[in-house]
């Protein structure tokens, strides 16, 4: 229990901050242990973004769907400002977006 409280107080405190210049050049402020996530949207690669929910297992929540909800809440991790929903409009990471918003409404 004392684990997962820490890893949510990781998620709460999380901020990348990535640079919109270039889908290449990247840089990412705060715990780097979720800068995979948004790597995932910037580069529109939903296999990265499971990899990263399976790898979150135990840590954050029993399972990848629910390692997901706590992600995309409005007290979960933060890319460039935003929460993971808005970042991928952003970049128009569809794969990821339609991915996202199909299990956040699950």
Do not use: P
């Amino acid at each position: 229990m004392k684990k997962v409280l820490i890893s949510l107080v990781a998620l709460t405190a999380f901020n990348a901050s990535a640079a919109m210049e270039s889908s290449s050049k990247v840089r990412f402020a705060g715990d780097n242990d979720y800068s995979s996530f948004c790597k995932a949207v910037v580069n529109d690669d939903l296999g990265m973004l499971k990899r990263s929910l399976r790898g979150k297992v135990g840590h954050v929540a029993a399972n990848s769907n629910d390692v997901l909800r706590k992600l995309v809440s409005s007290e979960g991790m933060k890319c460039n400002g935003v929460d993971l929903i808005q970042f991928s409009e952003q970049r128009e990471a569809s794969q990821v977006n339609a991915y996202l918003k199909t299990k956040n409404n699950a």
